[in-house]
């Protein structure tokens, strides 16, 4: 493995675990204010400060990868849109699929905890959008897709490749109960990565993936919410006759 993926491991890392000492930092400065919800304001603001730096420190490692403009193996910009857009479908399908088998064989219940959380502290933190939606995607994709599955498909075959990179991918978001749902969205991107080899493939389709589910449970939440009152109110009309 390169040098400078080592760097880019390591500062992933970091990240993840600088909150432990960001968040009370920040609270020393009264950001986020005194409310019962200061802690988890602090915490969104952290994210976005470490997930910014983080990605310049990334992007200044990769900065020679990323003038190489002309690289073998590159499906032809055109094809490599058609599945960045293919590709957030794809995701859609296979966690939604993910989603039924966790259900009905596992009994594991439908919605994750993490990304509740995860949309609270944007109604706290909004600039945590940009976080969840941009900056969380594009470092995952290149941690888990470019550098850890990257270096394994160039020794082993694809299902193993895939399998171990997806596994860590699933681990790091911390619901070991939806590592089936995870692992099936990080199998697909990096069989968007293997395709085309170009990794912008798949940080398209996982950005729009998260925007879409971030706007589906903030922005359009009161408007699903209306819908479904609708619907169960036509339930019980049609299930009265």
């Known amino acids: 493995m390169k040098r400078q993926y080592w760097y880019i491991i390591i500062a992933y890392i970091i990240m993840q675990l600088s909150g432990i000492l960001g968040v009370p930092l920040l ?14 304001a602090a915490s969104g603001y952290w994210a976005v400060i470490s997930f910014t730096l983080t990605l310049f420190l990334v992007l200044f490692w ?6 190489q403009r002309h690289m073998r193996n590159h499906a032809p910009l055109f094809i490599a849109w058609m599945w960045a857009i293919g590709g957030f479908f794809l995701a859609l399908i296979a966690q939604g699929i993910a989603a039924n088998i966790e259900w009905r064989i596992f ?16 109604r706290l933190t909004p600039a945590l ?17 470019k550098i850890i599955f990257g270096t394994l498909y160039q020794k082993y075959n694809f ?16 619901e070991l109960e939806h590592l089936l749902l995870y692992s099936a969205m990080g199998v697909t991107f990096a069989f968007l990565y293997a395709k ?21 449970q903030t922005i359009f939440a009161d408007h699903i919410e209306q819908i479904m009152r609708h619907a169960e109110k036509v339930q019980v009309i049609f299930g009265g006759f």
């Open 196 to 216: 085309t080899n170009r990794i912008f493939v798949p940080i398209f389709a996982h950005v729009t993936m998260n925007t879409f589910v971030v706007a589906m």
């Open 62 to 67: 990769l900065r020679d990868e990323i003038k």
């Open 107 to 122: 009994g594991v219940e439908m919605g994750s905890e993490n990304t509740k959380r995860i949309v609270d502290i944007i």
């Open 27 to 40: 609270r020393l400065f009264d950001i986020g204010g005194q409310s019962s919800t200061a802690t988890e």
């Open 159 to 174: 299902f193993i490749a895939a399998t171990i990179s997806s596994v860590l991918f699933a681990a790091v978001h911390m």
């Open 129 to 145: 959008v940009i976080v969840t939606s941009v900056i969380g995607p594009i470092l995952e994709e290149i941690i888990f897709r």
